[in-house]
């Protein structure tokens, strides 16, 4: 049952001395043909009769069934031509930390192993010296989120060492970061508001005054040319976690010339003031800039805000005291003229603290809350 040739050489040799211990005309048939072989060969000397031999005798006759046990597993094996194999866990030989596979089944991903024989590193080193290669492997590893650099030495698909490279390419490293980040997505930096505020600014006026005049800050835009933007900014760094200390807003706006600098903040402003005082964010991330602002702040205006240079009228969102929306609109006159009274009306229920005027464009505008006017 046990899949180590050695022992079958034990046995032919025992079997020689005495027959009953194993088949005799097994027996008989191996040493015929072995005979055979030695007077077709003519190789001049006596057999080597060690036993331990069998595994380099495999190795040279099957170079692409050499195995090595998979890290961690125990009765796994991967082989030289990239193919999988195993033994029976029972089999002393799964044990091994590399053999050569004489005999498997026919399956392509992960072959029974039938008949083996181990062998040890350094014959393997010593007879195929000329066809292991040394490789720098400097590559991004998803499951640890790095860069990870080593110094493998291979023979075919089969890895015989793999160690740590202490100090890996410069350029190689880069490569494999900026890889990293392409193949995990741009989630993987470490966006804030004032990063996405400033790619959503851009996407805007690109749209109005179209491509030529603007850089593409889309993800598959920013993903293709990564080494040009984010390159330079990466150098030296190997994990995911050094990532966060970029300032992807400030690298970003490295992107944008002088002039495009200018026009930003004319045509697209992060902030609009409004009749309280109060300096409001403007939110460029829909299709449409909104503005939220708490309806009391923005008693009596009556012209709706605009960028891209009165081009574009904002979304205004009217809140509740509490942050809730309670209108939309785009045209303020005609809310205050025909929204009003019913709004009005459903707030003053939910809020009697606050004033609620019965025109809203002679009232002065209000921050905070404010104990309704008596009278």
């Given at each position: 049952?046990?899949?180590?040739?050695?022992?079958?050489?034990?046995?032919?040799?025992?079997?020689?001395?005495?027959?009953?211990?194993?088949?005799?005309?097994?027996?008989?048939?191996?040493?015929?043909?072995?005979?055979?072989?030695?007077?077709?060969?003519?190789?001049?000397?006596?057999?080597?009769?060690?036993?331990d031999t069998v595994g380099l005798l495999l190795a040279l006759a099957y170079p692409d069934r050499?195995?090595?046990?998979?890290?961690?597993a125990?009765?796994?094996?991967?082989?030289?031509?990239?193919?999988?194999?195993?033994?029976?866990?029972?089999?002393?030989?799964?044990?091994?930390?590399?053999?050569?596979?004489?005999?498997?089944?026919?399956?392509?991903?992960e072959a029974r192993i039938f008949l083996a024989a181990p062998i040890?590193?350094?014959?393997?080193?010593?007879?195929?010296a000329d066809q292991i290669e040394t490789e720098a492997v400097v590559a991004w590893d998803r499951r640890e989120q790095a860069v990870l650099a080593r110094r493998r030495r291979r023979l075919h698909s089969l890895i015989l060492r793999d160690d740590p490279l202490e100090r890996p390419d410069s350029v190689a490293a880069l490569a494999a970061l900026l890889e990293g980040i392409r193949t995990e997505g741009?989630?993987?930096?470490?966006?804030?508001?004032?990063?996405?505020?400033?790619?959503?600014r851009v996407r805007f006026l690109r749209g109005i005054e179209g491509a030529e005049a603007w850089p593409d800050f889309a993800d598959d835009a920013?993903?293709?040319?990564?080494?040009?933007?984010?390159?330079?900014?990466?150098?030296?760094?190997?994990?995911?976690?050094?990532?966060?200390?970029l300032d992807l807003r400030r690298i970003l706006e490295a992107q944008l010339d002088w002039r495009q600098k200018r026009r930003l903040e004319e045509g697209a402003p992060t902030h609009l003031t409004v009749p309280s005082g109060s300096r409001i964010a403007i939110d460029y991330a829909g299709e449409t800039p909104v503005l939220a602002v708490r309806l009391q702040e923005m008693f009596g205006q009556t012209e709706t805000p605009r960028v891209a240079w009165g081009k574009v009228p904002v979304?205004?969102?009217?809140?509740?005291?509490?942050?809730?929306?309670?209108?939309v609109t785009r045209d303020l006159a005609s809310f205050w003229k025909n929204g009003y009274a019913a709004v009005r009306a459903d707030?003053?229920?939910?809020?009697?603290?606050?004033?609620?005027?019965?025109?809203?464009?002679?009232?002065?505008?209000?921050?905070r809350v404010r104990p309704r006017h008596s009278g």
């Open positions: 049952r046990e899949s180590d040739l050695r022992i079958r050489l034990e046995l032919l040799e025992e079997g020689c001395r005495n027959e009953a211990l194993v088949d005799r005309s097994a027996v008989r048939r191996v040493l015929e043909l072995s005979a055979l072989w030695e007077r077709r060969l003519k190789p001049g000397r006596e057999r080597p009769a060690d036993a050499i195995g090595r046990r998979r890290p961690g125990t009765t796994q094996f991967l082989l030289s031509n990239g193919r999988g194999a195993f033994l029976p866990a029972e089999d002393p030989l799964a044990a091994s930390d590399y053999l050569v596979a004489a005999e498997l089944d026919g399956d392509r991903r040890s590193e350094a014959s393997l080193e010593d007879v195929f741009l989630q993987i930096l470490p966006w804030d508001a004032a990063a996405e505020s400033l790619r959503a920013l993903l293709e040319r990564i080494e040009d933007w984010l390159g330079s900014h990466v150098e030296g760094m190997m994990r995911r976690s050094q990532l966060r200390q979304l205004v969102q009217l809140l509740s005291p509490a942050g809730r929306p309670v209108q707030l003053r229920g939910r809020y009697p603290k606050h004033f609620w005027p019965d025109d809203p464009l002679t009232a002065p505008p209000i921050r």
